[in-house]
């Protein structure tokens, strides 16, 4: 059984939750309160926090993160102008992550979805739900993509974690269409097979 710990109880931490307690992993969610002092039992770990969080969480559980699956699908938004990335150009917050831990196998993932669409399984009326996956682990990203499948979404491995840049400004422009009211947050971009 698929063990996964996720840092964040938000609304996408319990969406991402649902959706692999459904496919058979076995899930724990990390609170802000519980961040400093949890341990971390899974062999994928989810930082489902705002990208600022994620610091923190990498100087606290740095060891304890060597050897695992970091999902990140943080979206590194400027907050106050809500018109830039935080990143550096050509890079990606996962990126930056992979760097911070560099005996874990870094994946971007589920930034481009929004909560309602892996709850319900679909992006609109029709569409079923798809999660874009990028990370250089080949054997990590085949794992999380099984049990993302497992749970009931498509996923599609979208390539190296160089895709990471790509994913963070495809979920900037969906999180600033529907921030701005030209989509809903059921709605979004999906891939069609």
């Known amino acids: 059984m698929t063990q996964v710990t996720i840092f964040g109880t938000g609304n996408m931490a319990s969406a991402i939750a649902s959706v692999l307690d459904k496919g058979g992993a076995n899930v724990t969610q990390i609170s802000h ?76 993932a589920f930034n ?22 990028a990370g ?3 054997a990590a990203k085949a794992t999380l993509k099984a049990a993302i499948e497992a749970g009931g979404l498509g996923a599609i491995d979208a390539g190296s974690l160089q895709r990471a840049h790509e994913l963070e400004a495809l979920g900037f422009l969906q999180l600033t269409l529907a921030a701005g009211e030209q989509i809903s947050w059921a709605s979004g971009f999906n891939v069609a097979r």
């Not at 930056?96 to 870094?106: H, M």
Request: charged fraction near 15%.
């Open 33 to 108: 309160e519980q961040a400093s002092t949890a341990t971390i039992e899974g062999d994928i770990v989810v930082f489902a926090v705002p990208y600022p969080a994620v610091a923190e969480i990498v100087a606290t559980h740095s060891p304890a993160l060597a050897g695992k699956t970091v999902v990140d699908i943080t979206n590194p938004l400027n907050f106050e102008t809500f018109d830039s990335l935080v990143v550096p150009a050509g890079s990606s917050a996962a990126a930056e992550i992979q760097a911070a831990l560099p005996n874990s196998a870094v994946i971007k």
């Open 112 to 133: 481009t979805n929004f909560a309602v669409t892996l709850t319900s399984g679909q992006v609109g009326e029709t569409a079923a739900t798809t999660v874009l996956i």
């Open 136 to 138: 250089d682990d080949t």
